[in-house]
């Protein structure tokens, strides 16, 4: 006799046993996981501002590229996550193709960061990373990969400094802040960032965390932890997972004054699109990037959505403008295996045509 969830007691009983035995292979393998890390690529030092470093990513054999490409990240999550683990590395496929992968960390600001500016984060970190790397290997200009918000740090750098990128890829970029399906936006729009800012100084991260995981309560919150329960046999797949978490609650907090910046100029005024970004005193324009640019969106992004990243064909100055539309979510165009057979093909392939 089946009730009306079509459940039998013994479909009940065996699904109660499945659990058990779940449950109980879990406890051996979490005893067996140890201590994960993270990272597929070996990396060196090659700059050093306070706490951000910049590393070149040393690959199994030298780069074939003439133009080293610089990864510019968000500063709300640490950039390990393109590079998260052999499998699921956009650098490692990069690396493999022949690219110069250099990458940008952040480092974890504390109370002594608390008045770093947008122009610190933007012409004194990024741009003396860039200007080191031109010095370095006596290149005119860089290639520049920005991703989420690092990707509007770099619509600004290259807009204020054009002679100084070659090309420029954007990962899960916001440019129009105000796309009626842009829910951080939303929330963000009527925010009192004055008093926020005044009152907290730096911003905490479990803060912002929270927020972000509260945008997918039930999948962020609940599903993917009674998920777990399928996986507690598999060490590898426990791993995977573990990581991931590891990822997610390591961020840093944000430097008070950067954060009050890109909240008024970017969410709430959407400089971008009706101009009001201000950096150091010039204006930004994005009629001003006039290298190639290769857009990449996530067509399932809850973050970023694709309305908000597409903005930028109508906005920038270049003739040579691409666009790629990636079927996954905001962190799956990093992590998924269809990011890693798609993503580093499709960035070199687009940098191979234009390394004249």
Not at 19 to 45: H, N, P
Not at 133 to 159: E, P, T, V
Not at 309 to 314: F, I, Y
Request: charged share 25%.
């Amino acid at each position: 006799m089946h009730g009306p969830l079509n459940f039998s007691p013994d479909r009940l009983a065996e699904e109660a046993l499945r659990f058990q035995q779940k449950l109980g292979a879990g406890l051996q393998t979490l005893r067996e996981v140890g201590d994960y890390d993270y990272g597929a690529s070996a990396k060196e030092e090659v700059w050093r501002d306070g706490k951000v470093v910049l590393y070149r990513f040393l690959g199994p054999k030298a780069p074939t590229a003439k133009v080293p490409i610089v990864i510019c990240y968000a500063l709300v999550n640490r950039p390990y996550m393109v590079d998260l683990q052999s499998d699921r590395s956009l650098v490692k496929g990069l690396l493999e193709r022949g690219e110069d992968v250099y990458i940008i960390d952040w480092g974890y600001p504390d109370r002594s960061d608390r008045y770093l500016t947008l122009e610190d984060y933007i012409e004194r970190f990024l741009g003396g990373a860039v200007d080191h790397l031109r010095a370095a290997q006596g290149l005119d200009s860089i290639n520049l990969l920005g991703i989420c918000q690092g990707g509007a740090f770099s619509l600004c750098y290259a807009a204020l400094h054009p002679d100084k990128v070659k090309n420029l890829v954007t990962m899960v970029t916001p440019v129009d802040f105000h796309t009626d399906d842009n829910m951080l936006s939303n929330w963000t729009r009527d925010m009192d960032v004055d008093l926020f800012v005044d009152t907290l100084g730096n911003v905490p991260a479990d803060m912002m965390n929270f927020c972000y995981l509260t945008l997918k309560p039930w999948r962020l919150f609940v599903q993917k932890y009674v998920g777990l329960v399928d996986i507690l046999d598999d060490r590898k797949a426990l791993e995977d997972f573990l990581r991931m978490e590891k990822w997610i609650f390591d961020s840093p907090d944000q430097a008070g004054e950067a954060f009050r910046q890109f909240i008024k100029q970017f969410y709430q005024g959407n400089g971008f699109v009706n101009g009001g970004i201000s950096i150091g005193g010039r204006d930004v324009e994005l009629g001003f990037v006039d290298m190639p640019v290769l857009n990449i969106y996530a067509e399932q992004d809850h973050l970023v959505p694709p309305d908000a990243s597409r903005a930028l064909k109508g906005l920038v100055g270049t003739t040579d403008y691409s666009e790629l539309s990636f079927r996954g979510g905001h962190i799956g165009i990093y992590v998924s295996g269809r990011a890693q057979k798609e993503v580093p093909t499709a960035i070199h392939d687009w940098l191979a045509k234009r390394a004249r």
